[in-house]
């Protein structure tokens, strides 16, 4: 029988799991190296009307210098002309260029920064920056071409199982997860948003599965070895599974707690494990399972109906 408690997503609220940071940021940086001075940071600040400046050696970022740096050294009786190096934070929060845009609009809200270096995963090298008002502009960049896409491509996915000759059809689609792989980490889920969307489910179906199946492939990423995904595709509903033979759930009813997670610290400071991915899946579905053993695997299950 189909529910109505889950809540229904927003367009922009879907694509914050389908966009990635390298789609949104700045590209152009203004940068520093540790050998120029504060009278060099005092001048690309008045000149460009920015906060800070990334420093960077080798093109690997090593630090970030600010106006409040630029003050204390004003104040404290350094020399304009002391270097950068001296006086920039080394510390820094950054983003990965392939992270998805939701998990840095949760670094946004809890850091209260205005903007994060971004770099790449394997060799700390920066990209770019990225700004909450980047964010705001990618989303309604790609709410605006999707918007379009609908109008040039109208399919219907009621049409394509009544031409079935079949009592009850169904389409299977899988695809394997491999846990670890945070640089392809939304990939799975990303083929099967676009399959659906080339099927003509309706938007706002397509972005309740997007929005579950992208928590189940994050947990698959950060918890398992490896792991499925199947999509079982029938006119009336889409029921997914996510199955995997990793360490299992210790306690299911921790686990379903908002802001519950197991995640070592490691892959926290990546941005991922905030512990609302199970949660997440049971607020966007219709209907949802989970049985887990330890050392055994986990087996979730979850349908959002279509009609």
């Known amino acids: 029988m189909k529910t109505v408690d889950y809540k229904k997503p927003s367009k922009i609220r879907e694509l914050t799991y389908v966009l990635k940071v390298e789609q949104v940021m700045h590209k152009s940086v ?17 000149n460009n009307k920015i906060s800070g400046i990334p420093v960077v050696d080798n093109d690997k970022l090593v ?4 106006i409040e740096d630029l003050i204390i050294c004003i104040l404290e009786g350094g020399g304009i002309d002391e270097k950068v190096e001296n006086r920039m934070t080394r510390n820094i929060v950054t983003v990965y260029s392939d992270e998805p845009v939701v998990q840095v609009v949760g670094k946004f809200e809890k850091s209260g920064y205005g903007r994060f270096p971004v770099i790449t995963r394997n060799e700390d090298k920066l990209v770019g920056i990225i700004t909450k008002w980047d964010i705001i502009e990618g989303v309604l960049r790609k709410l605006e071409n999707d918007n379009q896409k609908d109008e040039i491509q109208k399919y219907r996915a009621s049409h394509i199982f009544e031409d079935l000759v079949s009592d009850n059809s169904t389409m299977i689609l899988k695809y394997h997860v491999k846990g670890g792989d945070f640089e392809k980490a939304g990939e799975q889920t990303s083929k099967l948003r676009k399959s659906l969307l080339r099927l003509g489910f309706l938007p706002e179906t397509v972005r309740r599965v997007a929005i579950t199946t992208f928590e189940a492939e994050m947990n698959l990423v950060i918890y398992t070895p490896e792991g499925e995904l199947e999509a079982s595709i029938q006119e009336d509903k889409i029921s997914i599974s996510a199955i995997d033979s990793g360490p299992g ?20 400071e990546l941005g991922f494990g905030a512990g609302m991915g199970l949660p997440n899946i049971k607020n966007y579905s219709d209907k949802m399972t989970l049985e887990s053993k330890a050392n055994v695997g986990t087996n979730l299950n979850f349908i959002i109906y279509t009609k």
């Not at 630090?63 to 600010?66: D, E, S, W």
């Open 249 to 268: 759930i210790p306690d299911i009813r921790k686990a379903m707690r908002k802001g519950y997670s197991t995640a070592p610290d490691w892959v926290r």
């Open 30 to 46: 203004t940068t520093l190296s540790p050998d120029n001075t504060m009278n060099d940071v005092r001048k690309i600040l008045r």
């Open 63 to 66: 630090g970030i210098v600010t």
